[in-house]
């Protein structure tokens, strides 16, 4: 299984691991392996590959969960929505309530760590992939490296979200920069991004 080709860059089994299926001595392994493996493609030919080809490395929180470790990390209080919520989500292989397929996975983008650690400004990243990765489905943020549950849907409508446990610095709160597929900048987004593209570029050209 964890040989399966989801990309050219990602397999299966670096969607596999789990730290609560480790720590608790539990089988993080698909239900329905064919199901899992089209919802993982879809997400890494979509999402992540023109995410890493575009921004450089990223690295891999979590991604895959079985109805199993979900269940229990929701029953324990270890920051699991419920099987229900959590469908075509982490659980890939589990249709969500429209019966569409879909995936996420929480990445970090390495190149953005050191721009958000001096800044906490997380709307850089979730503005520029908004504007140039148009099949993600939702971002949703968390304060530690900024790191991100990026999704993915079958579902060619689903409205797109962009949520965050974290304040946005340029608001003073954690409302959605998209809901219901409406963002609530409409133009000259790239004021938000732009200047960390240009920290990169600066950075690359000095190391050389």
Not at 24 to 32: K, S
Not at 95 to 106: F, P, R, T, W
Not at 182 to 192: E, H, M, S, W
Request: a neutral charge.
């Amino acid at each position: 299984m964890g040989k399966v080709r989801l990309s050219d860059s990602f397999y299966m089994r670096d969607m596999l691991y789990s730290e609560i299926a480790s720590v608790h001595g539990m089988v993080n392994m698909p239900v329905d392996p064919e199901m899992a493996i089209e919802a993982g493609k879809g997400l890494c030919e979509n999402v992540l590959e023109p995410l890493q080809s575009k921004l450089g490395p990223i690295s891999i929180r979590s991604a895959y969960r079985s109805p199993e470790v979900n269940s229990f990390g929701n029953q324990e209080g270890l920051n699991c929505a419920n099987n229900e919520n959590n469908a075509a989500r982490h659980i890939w292989d589990m249709k969500d309530s429209e019966g569409y397929i879909g995936s996420v996975a929480c990445v970090v983008v390495n190149s953005f760590v050191d721009w958000y650690e001096k800044t906490k400004d997380w709307t850089a990243l979730a503005w520029w992939i908004h504007d140039n990765i148009p099949e993600y489905s939702s971002q949703y943020y968390f304060p530690t490296n900024a790191a991100c549950n990026l999704g993915w849907s079958s579902n060619g409508d689903a409205k797109k979200s962009i949520k965050s446990y974290v304040v946005n610095p340029h608001t003073g709160n954690k409302k959605a920069l998209v809901s219901k597929g409406q963002p609530v900048i409409l133009d000259d987004r790239g004021r938000y991004y732009l200047p960390w593209l240009e920290s990169i570029r600066f950075s690359s050209t000095r190391n050389t």
